[in-house]
Nanobody, 123 residues
Framework: QVQLVESGGGLVQDGGSLRLSCAAS????????VGWLRQAPGKEREFVAA????????YYAESLKGRFTISRDTAKNTVALQMNSLKPEDTAVYYC????????????????WGQGTQVTVSS
C-alpha cells in the first residue's frame, strides 16, 4: 500500500503563485510514476504533470508547460508542483496520484490517490 498526502492549496490572486506538496509513505518502492491531476466543478478530471519516481523524467500537459513545474525531493519522499502565473481557470481540486506500473502513454491511470487539496484563484 502507498499513502499520498497533499498540502499547500489555498486562495491566491490572479497572476499569483502556489507550491503544492505531496508526501508519499508506505511501499513507496513500488511507485513507478507520481504526479498531479485536477478536477474543477462540473469538469472532467484533467492531467497536470508527472515525474518518474526515480526523478529521471517529467511530463506536462501541453497547455501548462512554462507555468507549472514538477519536482522530486528524494530525501523527503515528496513531490512538489510549483504553479506560477495562476489564472481563475486553474481553480480546482488538485490530487496527487501515483501508479505502480509505468504508463505506456500520458495521461496515466493512477493506482493510488491522495485526498486532494483545493486551489482557488480569484479574479
Amino acid at each position: 500500500q502507498v499513502q499520498l498526502v497533499e498540502s499547500g492549496g489555498g486562495l491566491v490572486q490572479d497572476g499569483g503563485s502556489l507550491r503544492l506538496s505531496c508526501a508519499a509513505s508506505g511501499r513507496t518502492f513500488s511507485i513507478a510514476i507520481v504526479g498531479w491531476l485536477r478536477q474543477a466543478p462540473g469538469k472532467e478530471r484533467e492531467f497536470v504533470a508527472a515525474v518518474s519516481w526515480s526523478g529521471g523524467s517529467t511530463y506536462y500537459a501541453e497547455s501548462l508547460k512554462g507555468r507549472f513545474t514538477i519536482s522530486r525531493d528524494t530525501a523527503k519522499n515528496t513531490v512538489a508542483l510549483q504553479m506560477n502565473s495562476l489564472k481563475p481557470e486553474d481553480t480546482a481540486v488538485y490530487y496527487c496520484a501515483a501508479s505502480d506500473v509505468y504508463p505506456r502513454r500520458i495521461p496515466y491511470d493512477p493506482t493510488y490517490w491522495g485526498q486532494g487539496t483545493q486551489v482557488t484563484v480569484s479574479s
